[in-house]
């Protein structure tokens, strides 16, 4: 939030690469100017580049307050809000709208409204393409410099984009707890040297990677970082036919714990009794925990708005991940070839130790061997039991998996 003092001091020092002014018309209750499109323009430019602050009801040009009635303030305040929401893409996260009174050169009392909008951790397209800003105003990218700043934000993959920066972040937004399995002290240079931490202009954030493992709550700086787990009673996606639900949060780790207990609780047992007691499950549950923990790993952190999903339903378990597939594998190749999406999270989750019991059905004791054994693993475990392959598809941008339920031991007699 700012200050009045604070806002005055901004305009007292014009327009830069930091701040614009917009002088605002509203008429019964609508905001005819700034444009809805200009403005998107505008509050991405910010985005894109270093961050910056529009104070509504100053002149541009002079630098008068001219202020906005306080009637207005709060048509203003929505179009602004709705703005950041609706008109940039993907929608941006670290913005903040307010109000504030401030005395003008005459010593009135004036009403003005802000948007405070950070560096952001994606490029934003806005309602007329691509915009940075430069000096006191935006500019349209051109495609080298599209291409340059996406290079920059990792989503071109020139720099892995688990170790990039997470603006507005810092050592306070990791758990103590949670660090220190991966470091001896809690220095910021013993985090920096695991890339826990990370320096963008001479200031120092949590990366990307450090958030997903040392943050109890990553999903409220990497938008929709969390896996989401749905039952259902038939063979298809259907909420009437929804039996249960659950959304799991906190680090990387205790989301694959979570997911995995889930397909566990629904994981039905069919048994028969001849010579001795015969026991079958649907689906090999070290097989889930593979899938699980490829999903996490692989899945692609950069794209906004987008959940690792399973779904279990009568005949099949799906896991959705987002993202493509990294470099240049096929769903042909998973099983003979490995490449890694987050190397620095590959590297972590192989440092974090499974409980005994846990290790003990999953064959291993660590999350990650990181001997390229996992996509195998989820073939042999699942074939053994259903007779039918398990299939990775291509849909719609995510890597799906498909997981055959085994037929019942009752229904095989």
Same mark, same amino acid.
């Given at each position: 939030? $700012?200050?009045?003092?604070?806002?005055?001091?901004?305009?007292?020092?014009?327009?830069n690469?930091?701040?614009?002014?917009?002088?605002?018309?509203?008429n019964?209750?609508?905001v005819?100017?700034?444009?809805?499109?200009?403005?998107? &323009?505008?509050?991405?430019?910010?985005? !894109?580049?270093s961050?910056g602050?529009?104070?509504?009801?100053?002149t541009?040009n002079?630098?008068?307050?001219? #202020?906005?009635a306080?009637? =207005?303030?709060?048509t203003?305040?929505?179009?602004?809000?709705?703005?950041?929401?609706?008109s940039?893409?993907p929608?941006?996260?670290d913005? @903040?709208?307010?109000?504030?009174?401030?005395?003008?050169?005459?010593?009135?009392?004036?009403?003005?409204v802000?948007?405070?909008?950070?560096?952001?951790?994606?490029?934003?397209?806005?309602?007329?393409?691509?915009?940075y800003?430069?000096?006191?105003?935006?500019?349209?990218m051109?495609?080298?410099?599209?291409?340059?700043? #996406?290079?920059?934000?990792?989503?071109?993959?020139?720099?892995?984009?688990?170790?990039?920066?997470?603006? !507005?972040?810092? /050592?306070?937004?990791?758990?103590k707890? $949670? @660090?220190?399995?991966?470091?001896? &002290?809690?220095?910021?240079?013993?985090?920096g040297?695991r890339?826990?931490?990370?320096?963008?202009?001479?200031?120092?954030?949590?990366?990307?990677?450090?958030i997903?493992?040392?943050?109890?709550?990553?999903d409220?700086?990497?938008?929709?970082? @969390?896996?989401q787990?749905?039952?259902y009673? #038939?063979?298809d996606?259907?909420a009437n036919y929804?039996?249960?639900a659950?959304d799991?949060?906190?680090?990387?780790?205790?989301?694959i714990?979570c997911?995995?207990?889930?397909? =566990?609780?629904?994981?039905?047992?069919?048994?028969?009794?001849?010579?001795g007691?015969?026991?079958?499950p649907?689906?090999?549950?070290?097989?889930?925990?593979?899938?699980?923990?490829?999903?996490?790993?692989?899945?692609?952190y950069?794209?906004?708005g987008?959940?690792?999903r399973?779904f279990?339903?009568?005949?099949?378990?799906e896991?959705h991940?987002?993202?493509? /597939?990294?470099?240049?594998?096929?769903? &042909?190749?998973?099983i003979? !070839?490995?490449?890694?999406?987050?190397?620095?999270?590959?590297?972590?989750?192989?440092?974090?130790?499974? !409980? &005994?019991?846990l290790?003990?059905?999953?064959?291993?004791?660590?999350?990650?061997?990181?001997? #390229?054994?996992?996509?195998?693993i989820?073939?042999?475990?699942?074939?053994?039991?259903?007779?039918?392959?398990?299939?990775?598809d291509m849909?719609?941008?995510?890597?799906?998996?498909?997981?055959?339920?085994?037929?019942?031991l009752?229904?095989?007699t």
């Open positions: 939030m $700012l200050t009045a003092s604070r806002v005055m001091e901004m305009v007292r020092t014009s327009e690469s930091g701040v614009e002014f917009k002088e605002a018309r509203i019964s209750n609508r005819v100017d700034p444009h809805r499109d200009g403005l998107s &323009d505008e509050l991405a430019a910010f985005a !894109n580049q961050g602050t529009v104070i509504f009801g100053v541009d002079t630098r008068q307050i001219t #202020g906005i306080p009637s =207005n303030i709060g203003l305040v929505r179009y602004v809000s709705e703005i950041c929401h609706d940039v893409d929608p941006l996260v913005f @903040y709208v307010g109000d504030v009174l401030v005395t003008n050169e005459s010593g009135d009392e004036r009403h003005l802000y948007v405070q909008v950070g560096r952001s951790l994606w490029l934003h397209k806005s309602s007329n393409g691509y915009f800003r430069h000096g006191d105003s935006k500019r349209e051109s495609t080298e410099h599209l291409l340059r700043v #996406g290079q920059s934000r990792s989503q071109v993959r020139i720099i892995s984009f688990d170790e990039q920066a997470v603006p !507005n972040t810092g /050592l306070d937004t990791l758990q707890n $949670l @660090y220190l399995r991966f470091v001896v &002290d809690d220095k910021q240079s013993s985090l040297k890339r826990l931490l990370a320096s963008h202009d001479n200031t120092t954030h949590a990366t990307v990677a450090g997903l493992m040392c943050s109890p709550v990553p409220q700086h990497i938008h929709n970082s @969390y896996i787990a749905v039952f009673r #038939g063979k996606r259907d929804q039996i249960d659950k799991c949060h906190g680090p990387l780790d205790e989301q714990i997911a995995y207990n889930f397909v =566990n609780q629904y994981n039905r047992l069919s048994a028969r009794k001849e010579v007691r015969e026991e079958k649907q689906y090999s549950m070290r097989a889930v925990f593979e899938a699980l923990v490829n999903a996490v790993v692989h899945r692609d950069s794209i906004h987008s959940r690792i399973l279990m339903f009568a005949d099949r378990l896991i991940s987002p993202g493509a /597939l990294a470099n240049t594998l096929t769903v &042909d190749s998973l003979d !070839n490995q490449f890694t999406r987050n190397e620095l999270l590959s590297r972590l989750l192989s440092e974090v130790s499974l !409980n &005994d019991g290790g003990t059905t999953v064959g291993r004791r660590y999350f990650l061997e990181r001997r #390229g054994e996992g996509v195998g989820i073939f042999r475990e699942s074939e053994s039991l259903s007779a039918r392959r398990p299939v990775y849909v719609d941008g995510e890597l799906k998996l498909t997981i055959h339920a085994a037929e019942s009752q229904d095989s």
